[in-house]
């Protein structure tokens, strides 16, 4: 009766295996969890004892809190609760480590598994039939992704103003485009550059021609100057550049002479407003040559129009435009303009598809055309758009799709 009336509190614990055994055990909260665990092997694995390892193979895990129990530590000290779940789970075995010799013969194995020679593999292709692969068919395979871009950009381009000019606020839509244009720095100068050479001493016509064609660089450019200062040609303007006065009228003339027919007689202000953006949008998007690559080729003998036409088809690479020139040059100046088939199953397809129908209707779209249209190596920046992104997204997929089949 004294054993009884100051034994600790019994707790009743639901105990649980992996192969789904499950239990009750009645325990005083101050049995340690090593007898714990021995209760509980002797019920789910009778017999296990006689090997005193059993116990040490096995551990218990509170439930609630995934903790492992300490087998020297008391079910009290461990806070186990009253119908606490506990898991007896036995222990993995520890990774043994390789013997030596095992070590030894697998190198050995892979020494023996190294690629074959120059000789070996002749040997065992001596039988095949010979055949050539035809590399400029690879090469043109390569690149026809690109050009193909380029022929739907154009055509695209064109399905773009056509249903914006349907959009009743296109006008302000598109002034608001003109004014995100106005803020490229592409023609901009580094006026603390320009500054510092113009306080120097020299005129500031040439400095800003010198930090143009040395990237901004003050250092490169006063040198450029220096090397310069007795040069009759030091004050021409660029190569491919026209004087500050004239680009404004012949790049406009270019515009109106790629947009067509003037939309004048359409009646319409709204139409003719929107056009002269269309105008706008298209002369601040004309393609800018190299300078530097411009100067190069031409010291190479090559007439500055040709080699303008050069750079403009190699995106600016000044080795691809040396290439260019001396061979065939294909694909012309003039390929560059043409849009793709309108009636062809890709175009079509494109057209089809809802994400580039919707993608057409949002002037940043056609601004992205325009852009990827003369500089090529801004597609990168287009793509990563969250706007324009997945509609160039979906142009490559439904091209890839249509090439394989």
Do not use: Y
């Not at 806070?79 to 013997?99: E, F, G, S």
């Not at 600016?316 to 065939?328: I, P, R, Y």
């Not at 509609?391 to 394989?404: A, D, E, G, P, Y």
């Amino acid at each position: 009766q004294e054993e009884k009336i100051f034994a600790g509190k019994v707790l009743r614990l639901h105990v649980c295996t992996m192969e789904g055994a499950e239990w009750l055990e009645e325990v005083p909260e101050d049995t340690t969890v090593e007898k714990l665990k021995e209760r509980c092997l002797k019920h789910c694995l009778p017999g296990s004892l006689e090997d005193p390892k059993t116990v040490t193979h096995h551990k218990l895990i509170h439930a609630t809190s995934e903790k492992v129990l300490t087998d020297t530590k008391t079910v009290l000290e461990e806070n186990i609760q009253d119908r606490d779940v506990l898991l007896l789970i036995k222990k993995r075995a520890p990774t043994l480590l390789p013997k030596m010799a095992d070590v030894v013969a697998e190198e050995k194995r892979k020494q023996e598994q190294k690629a074959p020679d120059k000789d070996a593999i002749l040997k065992a292709t001596a039988s095949l039939p010979a055949r050539s692969v035809d590399r400029t068919v690879t090469h043109h395979n390569m690149r026809d992704f690109q050009t193909e871009l380029r022929k739907i950009l154009v055509s695209l381009i064109e399905v773009a103003q056509k249903l914006l000019a349907l959009n009743p606020d296109a006008v302000e839509l598109f002034k608001k485009a003109n004014a995100m244009l106005d803020e490229d720095e592409e023609d901009r100068v580094d006026e603390i550059a320009l500054r510092q050479l113009t306080e120097m001493g020299f005129p500031e016509s040439r400095a800003v021609k010198a930090l143009r064609l040395n990237h901004m660089s003050v250092t490169q450019a006063m040198e450029w100057l220096i090397e310069h200062a007795d040069d009759p040609s030091v004050d021409a303007p660029l190569p491919g550049q026209a004087p500050a006065e004239a680009p404004a009228e012949g790049a406009a003339s270019s515009a109106e002479a790629a947009a067509g027919p003037s939309s004048e007689e359409g009646g319409e202000e709204a139409k003719d407003e929107l056009t002269e953006i269309f105008k706008k949008i298209r002369r601040k998007r004309e393609f800018r040559p190299d300078p530097r690559a411009v100067i190069a080729l031409m010291e190479m003998g090559f007439d500055e129009k040709e080699v303008v036409d050069a750079l403009r088809v190699n995106n600016n690479q000044q080795n691809a435009a040396c290439e260019w020139l001396l061979g065939d040059r294909k694909p012309s100046p003039e390929d560059l303009d043409k849009g793709i088939d309108t009636n062809s199953p890709l175009f079509q397809a494109i057209l089809e598809n809802p994400v580039v129908q919707l993608g057409l209707t949002n002037p940043k779209t056609l601004l992205a055309f325009e852009d990827m249209l003369e500089n090529p190596l801004n597609s990168t920046q287009w793509m990563n758009d969250p706007e324009t992104g997945p509609v160039m997204l979906q142009i490559s997929r439904i091209f890839q799709t249509l090439n394989r089949t």
